[in-house]
């Protein structure tokens, strides 16, 4: 009897990397997990990372410090070396591999391109940004793309915010179910230095425009879309480096905040200016940049070599979580 293919998926303890998990197996894979208290692999066991590695037919790599928190000196080097240092200690594994994986998916994060109201974003003709969020997003992929791994096709998932019933979803509603769910606006706030860049080479702290009146782009994918792109990518051997994970019509925050409150019933939804916003955001230990950075972001890589988005509009993908 054949075995299975089988798929090492490093960081399955979040909410994607638990529906992911169960995506694989009902594909036919038998899945071996990397994370800090395993379940099958440790990080700190180098000899049992490569043993699972090699051979492999897939290679996921999901893991990463969460970004849902303060940018302070401690949480700002978690979520740096995590990243970096989980992604080389793979790139080892595949590169001293005999039989190495046929396909490696190294997750990245759309917030690596600038803020963005005049054009989309796309993988060929969009342009990085720059400052904390953007310097992490960049080293992440420098380490994944860095060595030369001729049996391994690569591809980083530059994911834009996935709606899910966990994540920055979650926030969002308990925000429109308490009447906070206007519109985000920025304005002016006392210079801090959580954006600040890091890395080898920092960049200056990104300058937002303050003048979006809520219209700051809001790019997203549906998590069932972000599973069914996975599956496609995995089949379809001509697709490498970059690729965009968004859905292709792009919101915005005025939108968003709008069927939001549709979506949860709610009456009214109060607008939070900076002002409002940034004291709410400590009181929720998160950063305010989540809402009003504008990020415009087209999959143009996923379009071009025919992947159908099953949820393509955000009030339909809303509503479609609500009923979950």
């Known amino acids: 009897m054949t075995s299975p293919p089988r798929a090492v998926l490093a960081g399955a303890s979040g909410f994607i990397g638990t529906a992911l998990v169960r995506d694989l197996r009902d594909r036919g894979y038998a899945v071996v997990r990397i994370g800090r208290n395993g379940p099958e692999v440790r990080w700190d066991d180098p000899v049992g990372v490569r043993t699972a590695v090699d051979g492999a ?48 998916l190294n997750a990245s994060t759309a917030t690596i391109y600038r803020h963005a109201m005049d054009r989309p974003q796309t993988e060929d003709g969009g342009e990085l940004g720059s400052g904390f969020s953007v310097d992490v997003a960049r080293d992440w992929e420098q380490a994944f793309f860095a060595d030369d791994l001729p049996g391994t096709r690569r591809v980083a998932l530059r994911m834009a915010i996935v709606l899910g019933n966990g994540g920055a979803l979650t926030m969002l509603r308990r925000a429109a179910r ?68 968004s859905a292709p019509e792009v919101s915005d925050n005025r939108t968003l905040m709008a069927q939001l409150r549709r979506t949860v019933r709610a009456p009214f939804g109060l607008p939070a200016p900076r002002w409002l916003l940034e004291p709410g955001m400590l009181v929720l230990r998160q950063e305010s940049e989540l809402v009003l950075k504008s990020r415009w972001v087209l999959p143009e890589r996923l379009l071009a070599a025919g992947f159908a988005f099953a949820h393509p509009e955000l009030a339909g993908a809303l509503e479609d979580l609500a009923a979950q």
């Not at 897939?58 to 070396?81: K, M, P």
């Not at 009146?213 to 996975?230: E, M, N, P, T």
């Open 178 to 245: 308490f009447g906070l769910g206007g519109p985000q606006l920025d304005g002016w706030w006392p210079a801090h230095q959580r954006y600040r860049g890091i890395g080898p080479t920092p960049t200056a702290p990104a300058v937002h425009a303050p003048s979006t009146g809520g219209r700051q782009k809001f790019s997203w994918i549906h998590l069932d879309d972000l599973l069914r792109a996975i599956a496609f990518i995995d089949t379809h051997a001509q697709i490498e480096g970059p690729v965009n994970l």
């Open 57 to 104: 037919d897939l290679l996921v790599n999901l893991a990463g410090r969460s970004v849902g928190c303060r940018y302070h000196d401690r949480n700002r080097a978690e979520i740096y070396a995590s990243r970096i240092g989980t992604t080389t200690q793979l790139a080892q594994a595949v590169h001293a591999a005999a039989a190495p994986p046929r396909l490696w």
